[in-house]
């Protein structure tokens, strides 16, 4: 998906990660807010979710920015959702492992989701 791996994410601040489960296998989302490099904010909303890993550190007083992110087809555990789902059904040939990682703290943030959207602030 280009229009994921195309944002200006080099120096993007990191601002709010919020997993939104109030209707659980209905609305499974991931936001995350963010500040692009040239100022504007965005909310990224990632929808039909299957999983997320966050592999954060905290105790660093900085911003949160954003080294690069990238979709992720190589995934060995996008290859065992899929693989899962299917045992019973259920085709994720759509799904996409969505990868996000931090300069400030060395985080890394995976999201494995069917949509992918960018709300910017004055939508």
Not at 51 to 79: K, W
Request: with cysteine; aromatic share 8%.
């Amino acid at each position: 998906n280009d229009a994921f791996n195309s944002l200006p994410w080099h120096d993007a601040l990191l601002l709010e990660l919020k997993v939104d489960r109030s209707s659980a296998g209905h609305r499974d989302e991931v936001r995350l807010r963010v500040v692009w490099p040239e100022g504007d904010e965005a909310t990224l909303v990632f929808r039909d979710c299957y999983a997320m890993t966050a592999d954060m550190n905290f105790g660093v007083v900085c911003e949160e920015s954003i080294a690069g992110a990238s979709l992720i087809d190589n995934d060995p555990r996008l290859a065992s959702i899929r693989d899962g789902w299917k045992q019973i059904g259920v085709s994720l040939d759509k799904l996409r492992c969505y990868r996000l990682d931090t300069a400030s703290t060395a985080s890394v943030i995976l999201i494995y989701a069917l949509e992918f959207e960018v709300r910017r602030s004055d939508d």
